[in-house]
DNA sequence: GAGTGGTCTAGACCACGTT
DNA sequence: ACGTGGTCTAGACCACTCA
């Protein structure tokens, strides 16, 4: 199924999360890859620069390429990952809150978000994060309802990615994000546990298929205390 | 100097950014580039994956590279980018004022940020950004002094990343960044124009060197209203 | 000089989308 | 059937680091 370079990349990762190449450690060469693994020297390097761009390891000409403290770094909520699987790798112990689940008719101001024509329709989904008994994220997703034409209550206390991906069988491909700190709305107020706060952090993102499709607009409300969002940046010319 | 792949990059960032290839063009197909500069075929492909990698385009499968709409997501303050280059961009209205430019003597609790042993010195600089006359950013930034022997208030003023690449030669790798959005200290009180905002987005980084180095460690600290971080991320596995 | 990663080439086969 | 991008190979030369 996969491809040997993800393979690759793939069991060097385990093997730097279970410590067999430790933090600081030198990877083994290319051509020791090439060797071990019966497979070219492209093949080897596709493998080391996903893991270079990921934020694994860094290489140096002439001397190898090194393991990463990765963990210094927190999580990369940098990427693309949903709420569950970011829940899942924390082991947070975590509830979500289905608010609103519904088929938005034509005409919506969110037409404009999702690039559609008006005589489209949405799905609108509201749901509350509830991370240690303290409902802490307000999720406002939006979806292309020819794209993800059905959606349930379990599907969306579940994971929506799992669906989408296992399910229908799309593939994610890219996404934008913002991030912005505004103060807090009515609806933030009455659907989170604001406490004292009187501002959310905002992430608003456009998410779109391998095959540039938009399916999806989303915009993720923050109490402030608990937000943390990292990146992992290279200089590119 | 530059390598084929990177000439070729840059011709098509020019080419997409004059309108050449305009938003939602399909771009000539690898071969073509192959014969128009004459250029092997996995050269053009590391090309077109720099392209895709920072959102310029995306490729499908069988039908071909199109242009993305790169400007409707704004700037990219996601890469590695100092304030200078991005006001420059953005062509702000913008001032630097020195607030701190000094040698750290050894056993500074910043030392552990950057990883340095306690007889180490560390550059400290402090520089408050006003945008259109008012004060929103503070940025607090700490240098290795043995790879940044020597800082000046001009060049403190202008672009301490410019002096670092140009004068120095040292060629900047990746960093990691943090946001998260906290109370604001005195600090931020006395230095910024906070007016009723009481909460700071706060990005903390590091900054490592091509080799691997670490050389700086910085918090920015910005006004809520004037914060936004975009990012462009596709979904690797 | 030996070992390392960086660039480049020429050619092969595959999977996908369009016609 | 044809054109597209995705994977893989084998081999070449270069630049850099280190003993």
Chains 1, 2 share one sequence.
């Not at 491809?3 to 990877?27: C, H, Q, R, W």
């Not at 992430?203 to 993720?220: I, K, W």
Request: hydrophobic share 35%.
């Amino acid at each position: 199924m996969n491809s040997k370079y993800i393979s690759l990349y793939g069991d060097i990762i385990a093997k730097i999360e279970e410590g067999t190449f430790p933090v600081n450690a030198k990877l083994p060469s290319e051509s020791s890859f090439m060797s071990e693994y019966g497979i070219s020297r492209d093949t080897v390097r596709k493998a080391l620069n996903l893991l270079e761009q990921n934020g694994y390891i860094h290489k140096i000409k002439g001397k190898g390429s090194f393991v990463l403290d990765i963990n210094k770094f927190n999580f990369p909520v940098a990427g693309l990952i949903s709420f569950k699987e970011m829940a899942e790798k924390l082991n947070l112990h975590s509830k979500t809150i289905i608010h609103t689940l519904e088929l938005e008719s034509p005409g919506s101001n969110m037409m404009k978000h999702l690039d559609l024509t008006n005589d489209k329709e949405i799905w609108k989904v509201f749901r509350i994060r509830q991370i240690n008994g303290k409902k802490i994220i307000l999720d406002k997703d939006y979806f292309n309802s020819e794209l993800v034409p059905k959606l349930t209550k379990e599907i969306c206390e579940d994971s929506i990615y799992r669906y989408i991906e296992g399910e229908l069988g799309l593939q994610i491909g890219f996404s934008n994000k913002e991030i912005t700190v505004e103060p807090c709305s009515e609806e933030d107020e009455q659907l989170l546990d604001m406490e004292d706060y009187d501002m959310v952090a905002v992430v608003r993102s456009t998410v779109h298929l391998m095959d540039g499709s938009l399916f999806q607009y989303s915009e993720s409300r923050h109490r402030p205390d608990k937000f943390k969002f990292t990146d992992f940046a290279r200089r590119t010319w």
